[in-house]
Nanobody, 124 residues
Framework: QVQLVESGGGLVQAGGSLRLSCVASGRIFSNDITGWFRRTPGKEREFVAAIRWSSDSSTYYADSVKGRFTISRDNAKNTVWLQMNSLKPEDTAVYYC????????????????WGQGTQVTVSS
């Protein structure tokens, strides 16, 4: 069993930056993948980015965030970060991290463990 805890959300002006973190308690394996999703009211969760825990650290991004967001990890801290730059009002959402063994999965029902989410609000 793995528990995921997100933090780092908040209120920021358009054009600003935030860094979200996702800390995992429990064993993380090299074939695990951590993904970030986001959800706005009335919509399904949308895939944002994913990273492998294997040595190649492959990453994958949704087109909507490519070039603005960067996902990274620290094995020693069991932590994945999502650096979000050039934020736009449409990035406003609750952001969730999740764990899967499928690469690369952009479907929320293919993720096995989820955090509670952290709110990101971007004002115009």
């Amino acid at each position: 069993q793995v528990q995921l805890v997100e933090s780092g959300g908040g209120l920021v002006q358009a054009g600003g930056s935030l860094r979200l973190s996702c800390v995992a308690s429990g064993r993380i394996f090299s074939n695990d993948i951590t993904g970030w999703f986001r959800r706005t009211p009335g919509k399904e969760r949308e895939f944002v980015a994913a990273i492998r825990w294997s040595s190649d650290s492959s990453t994958y991004y949704a087109d909507s965030v490519k070039g603005r967001f960067t996902i990274s990890r620290d094995n020693a801290k069991n932590t994945v970060w999502l650096q979000m730059n050039s934020l736009k009002p449409e990035d406003t959402a609750v952001y969730y991290c999740a764990l899967t063994k499928l690469w690369v999965s952009v479907k929320e029902d293919e993720y096995d463990f989820w955090g509670q989410g952290t709110q990101v609000t971007v004002s115009s």
